[in-house]
């Protein structure tokens, strides 16, 4: 085993095999707290167990003796920046130990939402964001994919809110203020989860539910009515669903991601619920990583990859076969084109950094959009080789071999020695496979996706640049057709071009989430004050990194004043890790 440099865990001496949380959430105070009780595996001679904390209060240690709880000694260490603190504890191997704690206010896998920031504008809301390296904050733990815990807790909140794990909550939206869950597949504790606010239940299938505040949960209930659909081409492809249930659970607009694959219980930006479920493929992916990273986990973040590429190709599997091939390869097509835009002016020393080979095992290979690109590619690309009929088996003999457990690249790669290349020698070569794993970039042999309805939309955009004619028959085109349209545009446009095609096709104030943060760039990047109102409007309505966070960019560039402006008014209603990133952007 390899030691993770993201925790400051033991696991090779002893190991958490089940977790007992018992919380109360305090909305006043914005504070969890309780106890955590681990029960432990020992394996080697230690005198310690070393958890990972950050910014928590540790209120007392004890452990379980024949004769009942006993009081331990610990120690936290002086906070590490990125790492947090480590709670070492002195035990002489006791089988259980709780840590009795309570959160900051400023916990950095949590926020605490006024009503305001919420749909309902009447209750406070609640949740939890783990991955990679927040459980710490509200929860003493391992804080390693290495390790697999079950988990158990019970939670009490103010009786009128609703609360949520990753866990098995059932399907009754009754409110008691008093909660009992359990998790009984082994997770890795990035997979920790809490959520609390005014949430209902509105059933999606024999398996499958949603659960939103009441505003939202029809519309939900709706854009997401593909779910067990999604379920079961996943199965067929890849084997069981393994985890019971699969629930959504629809978060207010301040979600720092577009989901989260909380087992059991996916959270889910509501900027994918737009009437037309052109962006569910974000709930095709989130479901996916129920094979890739919750069932087969990496066991450090430097093999990313592993859980995101394997998850970003499921994804566009399922995608395919729900929803047809041509809407699935102008998804891929929309990744790829981000992904060569990025790489194309790096030097050969930049590109080694930004998207190395593979094997070379980086978090950046999960943390930017290119990394998890380059795994997708590299299993469409075996697929391609070795044709559905042989890949698809192998995939899923990967998932039923390496279920429930935590493994690396190398332990990927031997599988594919034995279970791929060796048995179908000839089908690709060993420096074809070394270009994927060892080298820098996108491999010069990989095949890239081609969309006709791209080709049409590439014309429409080279016409209109160079005449100013207005996109033919653009009024009905899909919101992919129109991703492509303002991602392959220059980054600078004149403002009169701008303003036709804003009038012509209302872009500016757009409730699609994904067409505004493109448009939004240009108008960020071309100084178009006409939409920096609703530029505004959009920047402090929403709070997923993957759409603010390109706009602020663009705005760093060209206005920053302003910039900061707007981020000062939608700073109180962000994530702490969005207020982090923002900051980062604006050199705050
Ligand atoms: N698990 C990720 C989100 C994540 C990755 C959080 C790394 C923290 C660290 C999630 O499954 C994800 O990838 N979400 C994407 C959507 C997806 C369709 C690419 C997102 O948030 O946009
Ligand atoms: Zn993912």
Known sequence: MTHDRHSYAEPNVVRTTHLE???????DEKVLAGSATHTLAWTGATSRLVLDTRDLTVLGVEGLTADGWEPLEYSLAVPDPELGSALTIRTAGHPRIKVSYRTAPTATGLQWLEPAMTAGGVMPFMFSQSQAIHARSWVPVQDTPSVRFSYAAHVTAPPELMVLMSADNGTTSRRTGSYD???????????????????????????????AEPATVRRAATEFSDTEEMMRVTEELFGPYRWGRYDLLVLPPSFPYGGMENPRMTFATPTVVIGDKSLVSVIAHELAHSWSGNLVTQDS???????????SYVENRIVEAVYGTEFAVMETAIKQHATVVKLDPLTPAELAVELPGLHHRSEYHGTTSTGPLKGSWFLSWLEERFTREVFDPFLRGY???????????DNFVEHLREHLTAPHPDVVTEDELAAWLYEPGIPAFARRAVSARFQVVDEARGLWLTTGELPHGAERWTTQEWLRFLDAAPDVLSPLLLQQLDRAFGLTGTANGEIA????????????????????????????????????????????????????????????????????????
Request: glycine share 6%.
């Open 517 to 588: 943060r493109r448009w939004y760039q240009i108008v960020a990047a071309s100084s178009y004050e006409a939409a920096y109102a609703e530029m505004a409007e959009f920047l402090t309505k929403v709070g997923r990194m993957k759409l603010v966070l390109p706009v602020y960019q663009a705005l760093a560039g060209t206005d920053r004043a302003f910039a900061a402006e707007v981020f000062a008014k939608a700073r109180p209603g962000y994530h702490p890790i969005t207020t982090a990133a923002v900051q980062k952007i604006l050199g705050q």
């Open 21 to 27: 949380l018992d919380l109360a959430l305090d909305f």
């Open 181 to 211: 869950v359990v998790m009984p597949e082994p997770i890795p504790s990035y997979l920790l989860a809490i959520a609390a606010g005014d949430l209902v239940f509105e059933p999606l299938g024999e398996r499958s539910g949603v659960w």
């Open 301 to 311: 973040w430097d093999d990313i990859w592993l859980n995101e590429g394997f998850t």
């Open 399 to 409: 998932f039923d071999t390496f279920a429930f457990r935590s493994i690396n690249t």
